[in-house]
């Protein structure tokens, strides 16, 4: 009879402290909302907004509560294209995936080792990077980099090229750490580059945040242009945990009041700026800079190094990378601007892809900022001249929208 009543002590404590989770799609007209109640824990907010992130989205509004032990969230989210969730599949798949956020949740990457690097950026550097690594034998696998403030992290999974096994040879693991280091650290970046080696299972976005505030890249300024629609964060109250989200466009508006875990409220002035600070760089660092160009081909070992070469060669910066091979396929997306941040000129673009294959990489993103360059240049002719652009801006931009026409052509 005791065990018979700890264990549904046991049984009680467990459905107590695993989340709950409700959907909803009939109490919001827009979207559909998601709820989730839970015994509040360390980290817990994190891991429910990176569970929808990592299913493809957009979250509208959020009202997010944590009163002693408890903690609130709700979520009213839609599909990339701004639809309510109507698959039952997906809704199942979302409140089975919110419902285990206590056990944590990453992609796996099992059998492969993870490198990652920090360093000064530059124009080429992705390219010495994966010339190393083709010449050492490593096939990437999965990659992500991120810039921001003139500094570059990236996160990088590779296995042996012929045994097609993880890395664990401790010489040639310092070889890769000794070469990659050379690389990062260039002419004049010797106190600051960094890299390591570890066969450890992570969450890719989560951990390149936690290795660009390492870096304290919120704290350097940026020697490449970037965004003039940066991220605003105003005064800020640090009473208790609450925060709501509202996003209008593609503008977001957050007003959190927030503390230290001990209960204490942050007070001091420069601790309040260095929060600020880090909240804008974290939400930098998600922003995607330049033209999006899709490489689409069969993998093979130094295609990454062959590709950012002739970017390199091109004077192509690349300011975001997201490197994944799928049945022997590399599916990779590359944000490239020229070497001080400014717009490609578009016959580099069709040159760089004369050279990889048309077929291969493609434009698939053109960022706001061309857009809103054709309006100022409708702003600067002549009232029959600007209707005739601003026609034909409209037409060009939906045939290729539609894949009627080619980028570029």
């Known amino acids: 009879?005791?065990?018979t009543c700890v264990d549904e002590y046991e049984k009680l404590l467990?459905?107590?402290s695993s989340p709950r989770v409700m959907i909803d799609n009939a109490g919001c007209a827009n979207a559909t909302r998601v709820m989730?109640?839970?015994?509040?824990k360390h980290g817990i907010l994190l891991e429910a907004v990176q569970v929808l992130t990592d299913l493809n989205l957009s979250i509208k509004k959020a009202y997010i509560s944590s009163d002693g032990r408890w903690f609130m969230d709700v979520f009213h989210v839609t599909d990339l294209d701004g639809n309510k969730l109507t698959d039952e599949s997906v809704l199942n798949y979302i409140e089975q995936s919110?419902?285990?956020?206590?056990?944590?949740?990453?992609?796996?990457?099992?059998?492969?080792?993870?490198?990652?690097?920090?360093?000064?950026?530059r124009v080429g550097l992705l390219?010495?990077?994966?010339?190393?690594?083709s010449n050492l034998q490593c096939n990437v696998v999965e990659a992500n980099m991120w810039t921001h403030n003139g500094r570059i992290a990236s996160l990088i999974y590779v296995k042996d090229n012929d045994s097609g096994s993880p890395i664990e040879d401790s010489q040639k693991i310092d070889r890769i750490e000794a070469m990659l280091r050379n690389v990062l650290k260039g002419d004049n970046d010797i106190r600051s580059a960094k890299t390591s080696v570890s066969l450890a299972v992570t969450h890719t976005e989560r951990r390149?945040?936690?290795?660009?505030?390492?870096?304290r890249d919120y704290e350097r300024k940026s020697r490449i242009k970037t965004c003039d629609d940066s991220p605003v964060v105003g005064n800020m109250q640090y009473v208790v945990f609450h925060a709501t989200i509202n996003t209008a466009g593609d503008r977001a508006s957050?007003?959190?009041?927030?503390?230290?875990?001990?209960?204490?409220p942050i007070s001091s002035e420069a601790e309040k700026q260095r929060v600020i600070l880090c909240l804008q760089a974290a939400i930098e660092r998600r922003a995607s800079q330049g033209v999006r160009l899709e490489l689409c081909t069969d993998d093979r070992l130094g295609l990454l190094a062959d590709v950012t070469r002739t970017f390199r060669e091109n004077g192509l910066n690349v300011t975001r990378a997201e490197i994944s091979t799928t049945m022997d396929r590399a599916l990779n997306v590359f944000y490239v601007t020229d070497a001080i941040g400014n717009l490609v000129d578009s016959k580099i673009i069709e040159s760089v892809r004369q050279k990889i294959g048309l077929s291969k990489l493609k434009v698939k993103e053109l960022p706001l900022i061309y857009h809103?360059?054709?309006e100022r240049d409708e702003a600067t002719m002549g009232p029959g001249g600007a209707m005739l652009l601003s026609l034909g801006s409209l037409v060009r931009r939906n045939l290729y929208n539609l894949g009627l026409i080619k980028s570029y052509s």
């Open 208 to 215: 390149l945040h936690q290795m660009m505030f390492a870096d």
């Open 14 to 16: 467990f459905r107590m």
């Open 98 to 121: 919110l419902g285990t956020i206590h056990y944590g949740r990453s992609k796996s990457f099992e059998g492969l080792t993870a490198l990652e690097l920090t360093g000064t950026d």
């Open 1 to 3: 009879m005791e065990w």
């Open 372 to 374: 809103q360059k054709a």
């Open 36 to 40: 989730i109640d839970s015994a509040r």
């Open 254 to 264: 957050m007003e959190f009041f927030i503390r230290h875990m001990d209960g204490t």
């Open 127 to 133: 390219s010495e990077v994966f010339a190393v690594l």
